[in-house]
T-cell receptor, first 115, second 113 residues
């Protein structure tokens, strides 16, 4: 069974551009989570989607946005890129049932470099 | 406030030594979940264990063991007879009442041959 897949693996952009990152969850999982892992800042929660709806959002500006498609895959969009957006962006998925205790399974991430 | 503290930034041991990674958490919730994840150099976070607040039994899985103590709000992770392949960054996390994972800063574990 395929795990969480993310694309692209690496993405290089310049300041002011837009970046689109994609995530396909494990088959049967309806929840998708996005995290930013910047150097020295640890894992920061970005967004949580479940059944196509945004359920929660971390402390990030509105230029970080996303969506979840009917097939539960997800996109993260980052507009007006800034140098400090350079980071590893991790996607995770989980089953929608028993949200309180469910386990998040992670993809390998997209490394975004903003020049 | 919910918080997870991994005070050890980096630990370096020689292969076959035992090593314990510390995790201390803060929460006002009576029901909560704790997790450990491993992040090897490839970057992908690998789930290791989940523990709920009502289950204080220690758990052992091969060379890995976990010691959960509510009295000290700790959920420590021990690797017995460490191997070079255990080298990674290990994260402890707490599931809060909003279903978010609150992450510790991670402990980088270096196992020298």
């Amino acid at each position: 069974e395929a795990g969480v897949t993310q694309s692209p693996t690496h993405l290089i952009k310049t300041r002011g551009q837009q970046a689109t990152l994609r995530c396909s969850p494990i088959s049967g999982h309806t929840s998708v989570y996005w995290y930013q892992q910047a150097l020295g800042l640890g894992l920061q929660f970005l967004l949580w989607y479940d059944e196509g709806e945004e359920r929660n959002r971390g402390n990030f500006p509105p230029r970080f946005s996303g969506r979840q498609f009917p097939n539960y895959s997800s996109e993260l969009n980052v507009n007006a890129l800034e140098l400090e957006d350079s980071a590893l962006y991790l996607c995770a998925s989980s089953s929608g049932t028993e949200i309180a205790k469910n386990i998040q399974y992670f993809g390998a991430g997209t490394r975004l470099s903003v020049l | 406030a919910q918080k997870v503290t991994q005070a050890q930034t980096e630990i370096s041991v020689v292969e076959k030594e035992d090593v314990t990674l510390d995790c201390v958490y803060e929460t006002r919730d009576t029901t909560y979940y704790l997790f450990w994840y491993k992040q090897p150099p490839s970057g992908e976070l690998v789930f290791l264990i989940r523990r709920n607040s009502f289950d204080e039994q220690n758990e052992i899985s091969g060379r890995y063991s976990w010691n959960f103590q509510k009295s000290t709000s700790s959920f420590n992770f021990t690797i017995t007879a460490s191997q070079v392949v255990d080298s990674a960054v290990y994260f402890c996390a707490l599931r809060d009442s909003n279903y978010q994972l609150i992450w510790g800063a991670g402990t980088k574990l270096i196992i020298k041959p």
